[in-house]
């Protein structure tokens, strides 16, 4: 759902509909008042430098040289996959050093993995599907790692995918790919419009695609299933379109004027009805930055949640998204994502640095951000 780069993180993807998050994740402490690492200082400059420039770097080095995680995927069993990156501080060239951990449901880690790597590489990223994690194609290929941490080849396929349930969303655009966990198969959704600007794919295996024209309007909102075209929607024509999201039988769209977001387009039905929020009690004029910062997440059970990348958040008190209520943090996150009906928000500095900030980390929540949990370790 949502695409922007989060401070120093260069992601190339947004993960859409992401499988449920189930039983415990990580290991957890309650959530309190932290300060900076108390070994914030030379000696950790020095580690840092170390890490980043050594070949073969420990997947635990990397790891506490990054100090929090740049991305969090799920797979169908509960296990998350965490990803890690230390990158060069004084330029944008020169050494790095990427990890990843996998952590079961029972909080314990499982397997990891590190790699020394380049400033100006794009960090892997991945997609949680049933059976692990998917690795979204970029630098190092496409492959799947099950929830052993074992490395599995996918096909990468031109000839387009007619959707199905359990198909899941690797990349949006250039190329646009859903990945089909029962033959590890990537390729292009069949039936995507020429003019589709964004997509989203639900766990029902229903593709939402915006097709924005660019010599009239309105805008539209397409959705069909197997290759085949199942509704469409206008949008209000006094609106563009910045972001669209689905998943529980809610889809989204973020209507945009030059101000910025001023409200949203929904349908909590599967398409059969569509309503129009401007109120609800989200201040829009906080949604003013540009389409590239926000975000835009439906829970599994259908809630929205709409905010901006590093600044507030707000959760729809039901599917139908007659009023919403802002989230509330421990922290400053500089990136809040969905897996399921689970919060997950990273607390990072927003350009490499070698110190940590105050509660550095990831940070979760099961209740809708009532109520946080701060990662231990």
């Known amino acids: 759902m949502t695409g922007a780069p989060v401070g120093r993180r260069r992601r190339a993807w947004r993960a859409v509909g992401l499988v449920a998050l189930t039983g415990a994740a990580v290991a957890l402490s309650a959530c309190g008042p932290e300060g900076v690492d108390a070994d914030a200082s030379g000696d950790r400059e020095t580690r840092y430098r170390r890490v980043i420039e050594d070949f073969h770097p420990s997947p635990a080095d990397v790891i506490e040289a990054a100090g929090a995680p740049s991305g969090v995927a799920s797979a169908d069993d509960g296990s998350l996959l965490l990803t890690y990156e230390a990158d060069n501080v004084e330029d944008d060239e020169g050494p790095a050093a990427t990890a990843w951990r996998i952590v079961g449901p029972d909080g314990r880690t499982v397997a990891e993995h590190a790699e020394h790597a380049d400033a100006e590489d794009v960090t892997p990223a991945f ?15 496409a492959y799947l790692l099950d929830v052993r941490g074992k490395r599995h080849g996918l096909t990468l396929s031109e000839t387009p995918l007619r959707t199905r349930p359990g198909d899941v969303l690797l990349s949006e655009r250039e190329p ?42 309105p805008h539209r909102v397409v ?30 769209v973020a209507l945009e004027t030059d101000q910025g977001v001023r409200g949203l387009l929904l349908t909590s039905d599967g398409g059969q009805e569509w309503r129009t929020v401007l109120a609800g009690g989200i201040p829009w004029a906080d949604l003013s930055h540009g389409p590239g910062f926000l975000v835009l997440e439906v829970l599994a059970d259908g809630r929205v949640l709409v905010g ?6 707000w959760l729809a008190d039901d599917p139908a998204g007659t009023s919403f209520r802002e989230i509330r943090t421990p922290a400053r996150f ?21 110190d940590l900030v105050p509660d550095e980390g990831l940070w979760t929540s099961r209740d ?4 946080w949990r701060r990662a231990a370790g």
Not at 195 to 205: H, I, L, M, N, Q
Not at 308 to 313: F, I
Not at 368 to 371: D, N, S, W
């Open 334 to 354: 500089t990136s809040l994502t969905v897996e399921g009906n689970t919060l997950h928000g990273i607390v990072d500095a927003t350009t490499a640095t070698y």
């Open 368 to 371: 809708g951000g009532r109520a």
């Open 127 to 141: 997609t949680g599907a049933s059976g692990g994690f998917v690795q979204v194609p970029g630098d190092g290929g």
């Open 308 to 313: 901006g990348e590093g600044g507030r958040h």
């Open 223 to 252: 959705w069909q299933r197997a290759g085949r075209t199942l509704g469409s929607e206008a949008v209000p024509t006094s609106y563009g379109v910045a972001a669209l999201a689905a998943r529980g039988g809610t889809a989204v």
């Open 176 to 217: 646009a790919l859903v990945y089909r966990p029962a033959t590890r198969t990537a390729a292009p959704p069949a039936g995507l419009p020429e003019e589709a600007v964004d997509f989203a794919v639900d766990e029902r295996g229903t593709v939402w695609s915006l097709e924005q024209s660019l010599s009239a309007k």
